[in-house]
């Protein structure tokens, strides 16, 4: 989701560039149009006001998409812990891999 909806910002970003260039997809275009397929209810029900809560989250979720991905150093893994996973990973990868 994270690529998705910097994609949408980065997309929005050329909107209304000046009177002459730019395209009119801003962030709350690209909301209205890709919300239906991102959150739908299964209710047939559902009103006009469930639409409109939506298309406010996804709005909400790609203008600070880039604040709510970020990872505080208290947990963020260190470099050393990275290195240590990635070789577990591979090196399990690697067993099952020959063993079939």
Known sequence: ME???TFMNWTASFSH???????KMDIHNLSTV???????????????DDSFLAI?????????????????????????MVQ???N??????LKI???S
């Open 3 to 5: 690529i998705l909806f």
């Open 17 to 23: 560039i000046d009177e002459e260039s730019g395209s």
């Open 34 to 48: 890709v919300t239906p397929n991102i959150l739908y209810s299964k209710n047939k029900d559902s009103g006009m």
């Open 56 to 80: 406010e989250a996804v709005h909400t979720l790609i203008e600070y998409n880039e604040a709510m991905c970020e990872v505080c150093e208290f947990i963020h893994p260190s470099e050393r």
């Open 84 to 86: 240590l996973m990635f």
């Open 88 to 93: 577990v990973f591979c090196n399990r990868s």
């Open 97 to 99: 891999y020959y063993r």
